[in-house]
């Protein structure tokens, strides 16, 4: 059989694989498959598995960079903000002292009030940071977390701003009585302006101490001599923390009287005939164990010499006198106290603080009466760095008003001078 070309009809030669007249191709070509190797498809999956990965990873990143963060502790914590670390505590103390847990001391019939600060500091250097805090806050609140069935709840306050940096960055004050019950959580809460939250707690707890009341009626106390007997009699025989209280008869003792082992309030009272407990010699406060305590409603009076009332302890005078007196009232020893409602007339210095101690506590020595002394107030040495309070005293017809020395924070913008 004679082939031809089916594209231009020439014959061909036997098994021609194309005409040699058109050069066409007598055979038919069939596509080959290009062979893939059996381990990519599945190479190629983990790739995109691991890239998608990569991605959901770094969103998650990007995302936890920017969400809030929530920051709680006990007592204190280390915060770092914008390469910043700030060191965050809470305190009931006066020496700047952390404290996730404070005990305080109560009598069955007492009233309190004490104060929980929070201080912020540098972590490098330890110097005050609550400015540069403040600045990046929003918003500090303060509650408290109690026993829902307390006979005596503890309240708080707004948080303030102390005017006085040594008081920390705020502070809270806690009221409560000898019936409430602990422990109780003071809980700060410090929002961001960033979006993060602080919790910052502390525990307060109390110690119920039993209250020894001494009075004239059942103790013998109408001379100095008697009531000199009475008190080395307790400080003997009465240990701490038992609290002594000795209410003393409207009348007048002819000696001083000194307390010098263990801290004993002194309350005066009046007659109906307006009479006051009074002192017309020195009486000495120095005891070696000083628990904070109080005297009050006690006159001074000298004869010029002399001072009226020396403290070398823990202790508030509220409504006292002194006139007469060399000194009327010297705060010493490494001690602090301060005079309230108190009155100073015709003395040669009406009130001298000369600590050396660093101690410091109560800064209101508030609505005093400074009449006719050649020195009102002495601010030899006083502990700390806390800003003395003047305010609503009155200066009166004083020779000099306030020597300070050293330079000592007061404020007396509230105070009165004629």
């Given at each position: 059989m004679n082939l031809r070309c089916p594209h231009c009809g020439t014959p061909l030669p036997a098994e021609a694989s194309f005409c040699p007249h058109c050069?066409?191709?007598?055979?038919?070509?069939?596509?080959?498959?290009?062979?893939?190797?059996?381990?990519?498809?599945?190479?190629?999956?983990?790739?995109?598995?691991?890239?998608?990965?990569?991605?959901?990873?770094?969103?998650?990143?990007?995302s936890d960079a920017l969400a809030p963060n929530v920051y709680e502790a006990w007592g204190e914590l280390t915060y770092t903000l914008n390469g910043s670390d700030y060191h965050l505590f809470l305190t009931c103390r006066t020496d700047i002292v952390?404290?996730?847990?404070?005990?305080?001391?109560?009598?069955?019939?007492?009233?309190?009030d004490r104060v929980s600060r929070l201080f912020v500091a540098h972590v490098d250097s330890g110097e005050d940071a609550g400015?540069?805090?403040?600045?990046?806050?929003?918003?500090?609140?303060?509650?408290?977390?109690?026993?829902?069935?307390?006979?005596?709840?503890?309240?708080?306050?707004?948080?303030?701003?102390?005017?006085?940096?040594?008081?920390?960055?705020?502070?809270?004050?806690?009221?409560?009585?000898?019936?409430?019950?602990?422990?109780?959580?003071?809980?700060?809460?410090?929002?961001?302006?960033?979006?993060?939250?602080?919790?910052?707690?502390?525990?307060?707890?109390?110690?119920?101490?039993?209250?020894?009341?001494?009075?004239?009626?059942?103790?013998?106390?109408?001379?100095?001599?008697?009531?000199?007997?009475?008190?080395?009699?307790?400080q003997a025989e009465v240990p701490l923390p038992t609290v002594v209280r000795i209410h003393l008869p409207p009348v007048t003792y002819e000696g001083g009287l000194t307390i010098d082992r263990r801290g004993i309030n002194l309350s005066g009272s009046t007659d109906g005939q307006g009479r006051r407990t009074t002192f017309l010699g020195p009486v000495v406060l120095a005891p070696e164990e000083d628990p904070l305590c109080d005297i009050e409603h006690i006159d001074f009076v000298g004869n010029g010499t002399g001072t009226g009332l020396t403290v070398a302890a823990q202790y508030r005078v509220l409504d006292c006198s002194f006139t007469g007196w060399e000194i009327g009232l010297l705060v010493g020893g490494e001690a602090w106290a301060n005079?309230?409602?108190?009155?100073?007339?015709?003395?040669?210095?009406?009130?001298?603080?000369?600590?050396?101690?660093?101690?410091?506590?109560?800064?209101?020595?508030?609505?005093?009466?400074?009449?006719?002394?050649?020195?009102?107030?002495?601010?030899?040495?006083?502990?700390?760095?806390?800003?003395?309070?003047?305010?609503?005293?009155?200066?009166?017809?004083?020779?000099?008003?306030?020597?300070?020395?050293?330079?000592?924070?007061?404020?007396?913008?509230?105070?009165?001078?004629?």
């Amino acid at each position: 059989m004679n082939l031809r070309c089916p594209h231009c009809g020439t014959p061909l030669p036997a098994e021609a694989s194309f005409c040699p007249h058109c050069a066409q191709n007598l055979r038919t070509r069939h596509e080959v498959d290009t062979p893939v190797r059996w381990w990519l498809k599945p190479l190629r999956r983990a790739l995109l598995l691991l890239v998608l990965a990569v991605f959901g990873w770094a969103g998650w990143l990007v995302s936890d960079a920017l969400a809030p963060n929530v920051y709680e502790a006990w007592g204190e914590l280390t915060y770092t903000l914008n390469g910043s670390d700030y060191h965050l505590f809470l305190t009931c103390r006066t020496d700047i002292v952390p404290e996730a847990a404070h005990t305080m001391q109560v009598e069955e019939g007492g009233v309190y009030d004490r104060v929980s600060r929070l201080f912020v500091a540098h972590v490098d250097s330890g110097e005050d940071a609550g400015r540069a805090f403040l600045n990046q806050t929003s918003e500090v609140q303060v509650r408290v977390i109690q026993p829902p069935d307390s006979p005596s709840p503890v309240s708080c306050s707004l948080p303030l701003k102390p005017l006085n940096p040594y008081d920390g960055l705020a502070l809270t004050t806690l009221d409560f009585t000898g019936r409430s019950q602990g422990p109780v959580e003071v809980e700060w809460t410090i929002t961001m302006k960033n979006g993060d939250t602080i919790f910052l707690r502390q525990k307060i707890d109390f110690q119920r101490v039993d209250t020894a009341h001494y009075y004239p009626e059942d103790y013998p106390m109408d001379t100095i001599e008697d009531l000199q007997a009475l008190v080395d009699q307790i400080q003997a025989e009465v240990p701490l923390p038992t609290v002594v209280r000795i209410h003393l008869p409207p009348v007048t003792y002819e000696g001083g009287l000194t307390i010098d082992r263990r801290g004993i309030n002194l309350s005066g009272s009046t007659d109906g005939q307006g009479r006051r407990t009074t002192f017309l010699g020195p009486v000495v406060l120095a005891p070696e164990e000083d628990p904070l305590c109080d005297i009050e409603h006690i006159d001074f009076v000298g004869n010029g010499t002399g001072t009226g009332l020396t403290v070398a302890a823990q202790y508030r005078v509220l409504d006292c006198s002194f006139t007469g007196w060399e000194i009327g009232l010297l705060v010493g020893g490494e001690a602090w106290a301060n005079p309230k409602d108190c009155l100073f007339t015709d003395n040669d210095i009406g009130f001298r603080f000369d600590s050396g101690g660093t101690y410091c506590n109560y800064t209101d020595f508030t609505n005093n009466t400074f009449r006719n002394n050649t020195v009102a107030v002495d601010l030899l040495r006083v502990p700390g760095l806390r800003t003395i309070d003047f305010k609503f005293c009155l200066f009166d017809s004083n020779v000099a008003t306030i020597l300070n020395p050293n330079n000592h924070a007061i404020d007396t913008g509230g105070a009165t001078f004629e």
